[in-house]
């Protein structure tokens, strides 16, 4: 049956994998408490749509740190697309491109940084872990040559969270792990193990998060004596850690709880969002991912001052199913939701998408 | 089994139609959270009975825009009675004269103004979609001419929600559309595809809201500038657009949120009731749609400002299951649990209703 | 298996009698919300036990409108026991009176006055329907004469709910009613249907309530003038109707939705407890029904001002079950568990239970 | 498959034991709301972590009356462990000193003070429930004796609670009591029994709790005269008490509602600890128990102000299903689970933890 809704993708995207690694996408933290609540906090804020308006020419575009997107829907950092779709995140970026939005590509990719950037067709940006300051510093720089525009630190693993799934799957998530060489350019072992079904071989691949326990916001300073990309910070869940981002000068903030996928009992993000935007004030963007399945998601993070949100999970389940044109559809079936939201809530624009369209209830 | 209460006749409802229509009435948009919380608001309201009243002589007799009714409990405008029942909109129009109340014939209807005008016993509005203006302007005359008494402009329909029954079944709400021309005065294809259950042709049939995204509020002076009769905006859900519309001068509003099957994620009716009645302030007439199944619920919307409500899916199951005797019970059964309601709730007439017999929690 | 608590008891007691009996005890009104919730509403209050107490001599006895009874759990009025047991209101009354209680008599007793109150070791109360002045005054004298000590006067009943089990079963209340003539001893016909299971015959009895839905105020000055028993009002769920009573003199209140059984949609009792104790003041003694069924329930409402709880369903419970040892193992299980309850709570006797032993949550 | 978390070792536990036995460990009181709810608080609280701090050196060790312990995770008293395991207390001595941590052993252990002293491998606190002067007073002398560091006075238990499993099983829970003599060395009975799933014979062993409800807080003063060990008061659910108590100089308090087992309607522990911190206010130690299955769950509890938390039931699975090691894991899978939750959640260190790292919605 063709796929009418995100939530089609992910029972069509069911099965197909490797059970292990279909656990790694879809599972959260200990009981999964934030991973159920990211989508059940949707259903407790109220669309409050006003009437009589002409949204005949209703126009979604917008910019983020000002690049032009087609849609403030962006693809959010996710690990290791070889093990959802031989293409990988080569095929994420061209779906990303061709829908006319941003994809974000994660340290953990299995296609090398300079390979995504090619066969992109829309702008990139570099999600950043600091396993070591080598890799690290080896990975802005090659990023920031291959054309990304930004750094996105992630913020919230200094250690890896309970995914107990995996615990039990005994699935190394660095298995997943580390962008191939720019010059060996082969897909890491995962994608064919996970083509195979078979078992995964951890070998002699490091444990990822080394010295992520120790970075501070000082932190930011050290990369900015590597690059001059802009920096936004993923994982901020409070207004105290909003402002203190504010005041090491980022340029946005991704409100995210990890999917769920690291400590278990924080706060849905939509929850937490307008706590965010009231301390940032305007003074970066904040932007917001974690249980976006639906066009009216969008809007309404967009109405508790999202200036755009991410998507992971639905990202992935295109590329399962259909690999490149699955992410495209995906991607056009959340476009076309959100616009018609719009219209439907009589929001002829972004600009008119405003704190009143919402109650929470 | 004789039904006895109006979840007996949905029940009866079931399986009689082709699925796809019986979708179609059944369904709302997106994930029905909407349509879900219309009749779960309800049970928030609690009661607040008064004791040792007279209410033996209790009346429940009212009028709309100065038009008397039985009752305070109108028929609302749902599209299609064909599809329901061979008579379609005859035997509604019928059934509710003889229960002494008022019914509002869609602008989708499977009769044409006339021949419902020429069935009907009691008083009608008309409910406008503007799909094009000639047509508009066509069936406002011709309502006008017919002896309409107000005509009920739906303003919550820029473009078609989000109904995935259909989408799945392939269902083209508009098959289901356009008043039959006056002169033909023959049924709409939709009606003998229901009785035999078989597959809709489509054919020649245009989209319905061609223009429905331009509607602005200067489309009432057009509306105006065509007929003396009052108008009503149908899907009004906040106190901005209340107000509004009490500055346009309309001469009443419906809370609705399209039976859960526009934008997915509203409130449920009677939750916005109070800050719609409380914007108003008695400057227009204020009614309320959208999951009314008991007595008791008229009589929690009537306690929290509406002048009346009207029933949409009560009166299609009766249509499916009996035809205009079916209707009439249905009215029948709604009137009587609402009379009793009143008494066992120590309010012998209309005006006894205030604020405070109900409590939301 | 031994009952170890009442809801064992109504576990035991469904199927031993005709389905229609079972369902006129157990059903409520409508979607029966109120029956549900009178339990559910339980659920939310907690207990603040205190600790370090000397409750070695926890003594629960009380008094009601000045007569002792040996704990603040009465019996309360329930329709035709005599579909419930053999014995009927006798075999009840004198379990009531070995529990060292109160009972109070039903208008619709499947025994008379007169011979309940010679079967009773304990002291009574009668609940008053009134269907016809004659009838009602009859029994007033009666009670008076008979030694009855309080008249508790029924008004949430200007007519009967819409108990859909009944109407389902074509079940009619009020076969189950009307005192036998007191002359004539016999007891009502519906009780040896209820023994054979066969079908009631409803022959010419009368529908109950004619005049009820005419009471007012005014109605206690005519019982005052028969009689000069205390006036209980039974049925009042609002502040605005105890200040009335208060006003009216009535020696007390029952807080009581007729166990879910009148109108659907009315608080749970333990829910507005708090405003008719405060409303009150103290200027009369506030008694409280409905879902009732564990030691702490009735600490609760004692914490909530009320004077003394009566329990209805499981006296019928232990009536079915087992005739008067049932019903006097009922009272004891009550007894026990309350009486644990206040040891537990820090409570060594009744003027220890305040308000701040409870919290809403 | 090896328990990776607490849940997988109460599944594990479940069908090893003779079912009176389980029950009697697994239940609670009456309706076990207050069982449930232990758990279900826990969800209602959101973590709200901080990010770029270095927690590298993240250090969870602590003192508990100025006792060093690994962690602020104690063993709660718990009965009979014998009937658990041949080795009973001795065994959860053993595995809580090797975990660094301090026990507390129950006056109805299997093991004798003195045996359960001499297996220890860390430190003792002595649960003291006073059913007669005489035996009380021998086992707060012989504790003291022993090396044990505090008197854990119960003060929510004058009488047992209705625990309806037990009940139904006529499991007399104190066929499980009585610390052996010192002298006879033998283990209780029970024992035996449970490792037979035989019947228990209670034979002669008396009721424990004998003057259980004549306990004021003059006993704290007898207690003093016979011995100068720090006293906690096991059982404090208010405000008020823990004012009492601070006032009668305990040295700590544990908030616990007695794992659900005594008056059923009492908050949830974690719901109540926030008003008896405020009481204290730092002027004695407060801990809690009840429904700790989680390392975020400690931090919850310590973001609100506990010192330090105590498990029951948990210590009793890793006992049921591998003795000491499987207490020994359990401990550590709390201990490794609490010290990633405060990495994770932006804490180096347990003064850090805040109240504004916690939310309740």
């Known amino acids: 049956m063709e796929p009418i809704n995100v939530n089609d993708y992910e029972m069509q995207a069911r099965g197909r994998l490797h059970q292990s690694i279909e656990d790694f996408y879809q599972g959260g933290s200990d009981d999964e408490v934030t991973l159920r609540e990211n989508r059940a906090a949707f259903e407790r804020i109220r669309l409050r749509p006003r009437v009589l308006v002409d949204v005949s020419q209703c126009d979604i575009r917008t910019a983020v740190l000002g690049i032009p997107v087609s849609m403030p829907i962006l693809v959010a950092p996710t690990a290791a697309h070889g093990m959802a779709h031989p293409d990988g995140e080569c095929a994420t970026a061209r779906a990303a491109g061709d829908a006319g939005t941003l994809m974000t590509v994660s340290s953990s990719a299995s296609c090398s940084i ?119 910070l993923k994982g901020i ?44 004030a305007g003074r970066c963007e904040v932007y917001l991912d974690g249980g976006i399945r639906r066009g009216t998601d969008v809007l309404k993070a967009l109405a508790l001052g999202a200036n755009a949100v991410l998507i992971g999970r639905p990202v992935l389940w295109g590329l399962i199913v259909n690999g490149q044109p699955g992410v495209r559809h995906v991607l056009q079936m959340l476009h076309d939701e959100f616009r018609l939201a719009m219209m439907l809530a009589g929001c002829p624009n972004l600009q008119s998408i405003k704190p009143s369209l919402v109650k929470i209830v």
């Open 237 to 280: 869940l409070t207004a105290e850690d909003a402002l203190l981002a504010v005041e090491h000068r980022v340029a946005g903030i991704v409100v995210s709880n990890h999917g769920g996928r690291q400590l278990d009992g924080v706060p849905p993000t939509i929850e937490v969002l307008p706590e965010v935007v009231a301390a940032v």
């Open 114 to 232: 300079e390979d995504i950037a090619q066969a992109a067709t829309g702008p990139l940006w570099f999600q950043l872990y600091i396993d070591t300051y080598a890799q690290a510093k080896d990975y802005i720089l090659r990023a920031d040559a291959a054309g990304y525009q930004a750094i996105v630190l992630t913020v919230d693993l200094p250690r890896l969270g309970r995914r107990e799934r995996d615990l039990r799957n005994g699935f190394r998530a660095y298995q997943a792990k580390h962008i191939p060489d720019a010059f060996s350019g082969h897909d890491m072992p995962m994608s064919s193990a996970s083509a195979e079904g078979g078992t995964v071989e951890s070998g002699t691949i490091p444990e990822v998060v080394d010295i992520g326990d120790t970075l501070t916001w000082e932190t930011l300073d050290w990369i900015r004596s590597l690059t001059s990309l802009p920096i936004i």
